[in-house]
């Protein structure tokens, strides 16, 4: 299964829409036993978490995992700093890449797969303002354009 693939539990889309994402990481998260209940109860969001490498480890922050109903006394905290689990190679390719300015380690999608969460973080590099605009025009163009194919394929035009 390629990467990126699987049941996709949570995705950060506004990340697309701040960000231009280079290169894309598959990496494995630590978790305890509440927050991968929660997780495949789809209880995640993304919104404003990021990744940082310390230590030789990288680190996802701000990831909002709500505690699970059932979890009683056991239930973790829902934004703990919680460790990505990455390649060595993998590692020391971000140091290098991170220590350019501009460029950050950005989640992207929560996905299960083969019954193990999974975090699909981009290394991105942020847009200027006029950037996300260009983009947002030619989203809309594109829209305009599909809709008037769609209405001539009818037939009512």
């Known amino acids: 299964m390629p990467k990126g693939e699987g049941k996709l ?3 950060n889309k506004k990340a697309r829409h701040d960000f231009t994402v280079e290169e ?3 990496a494995g998260l ?3 036993g509440t927050e991968i209940k929660a997780i495949r109860a789809g209880r995640v969001n993304l919104k404003d978490s990021f990744a940082r490498i310390r230590n030789g480890e990288v680190f996802v922050h701000n990831m909002h995992i709500s505690p699970y109903e059932q979890g009683n006394r056991y239930n ?3 934004l703990r700093t919680r460790k990505l689990l990455l390649h060595k190679k993998q590692i020391s ?3 290098g890449e991170t220590k ?3 460029y950050s380690l950005v989640p992207l999608k929560l ?6 969460a999974k975090l699909l973080i981009g290394l991105a590099k942020g847009k200027k303002k006029y950037d ?3 983009d947002l025009k030619r989203k809309e163009a594109n829209r305009s354009i599909q809709r008037e194919l769609a209405q001539r394929q009818k037939g009512t035009y």
């Open 132 to 134: 996300k605009r260009e």
């Open 24 to 26: 894309t990481y598959e």
């Open 93 to 95: 390719k971000l140091i």
């Open 100 to 102: 350019e300015a501009g």
């Open 111 to 116: 996905y299960i797969k083969n019954g193990v």
């Open 76 to 78: 973790h905290e829902p």
């Open 9 to 11: 539990i949570a995705q």
């Open 30 to 32: 630590v978790l305890q």
